[in-house]
Nanobody, 116 residues
Framework: VQLVTSGGGLVHPGGSLKLSCTAY????????MSWYRQAPGEERELVAG????????DYADQVKGRFTISRDNAKNTLYLQMNSLKAEDTALYFC??????????WGQGTQVTVSS
């Protein structure tokens, strides 16, 4: 059972990236999913969340209007589209699968660096 995260990289300010998080060994359709990030020396923080069917989403204030969380349950994959990236978005990004009465799974993290 694992979550495999990909899509990170180095991008200029104002650029875009799309992160993916694919589950193996379990079905994400039964789980709410979230993206978190952690910058060096800081605590891990919630970036965005999405309900199991995708009908409800929420975002941290710092990313509202710039990031979009989505999921494709048929592909067992979670996404995070990040636009208008800023230097302060630089962090290690993690995905998380969670739900009442279910185990919590974390992805391994993918590095996003926004720099000119």
């Amino acid at each position: 059972v694992q979550l495999v995260t990909s899509g990170g990289g180095l991008v200029h300010p104002g650029g875009s990236l799309k992160l993916s998080c694919t589950a193996y060994g379990f079905t994400i359709s039964r789980y709410a999913m979230s993206w978190y990030r952690q910058a060096p020396g800081e605590e891990r923080e919630l970036v965005a969340g999405i309900s199991s069917a995708g009908g409800s989403t929420d975002y941290a204030d710092q990313v509202k209007g710039r990031f979009t969380i989505s999921r494709d349950n048929a592909k067992n994959t979670l996404y995070l589209q990040m636009n208008s990236l800023k230097a302060e978005d630089t962090a290690l990004y993690f995905c998380k699968a969670h739900g009442a009465g279910r185990p919590t799974y974390w992805g391994q993290g993918t590095q996003v660096t926004v720099s000119s």
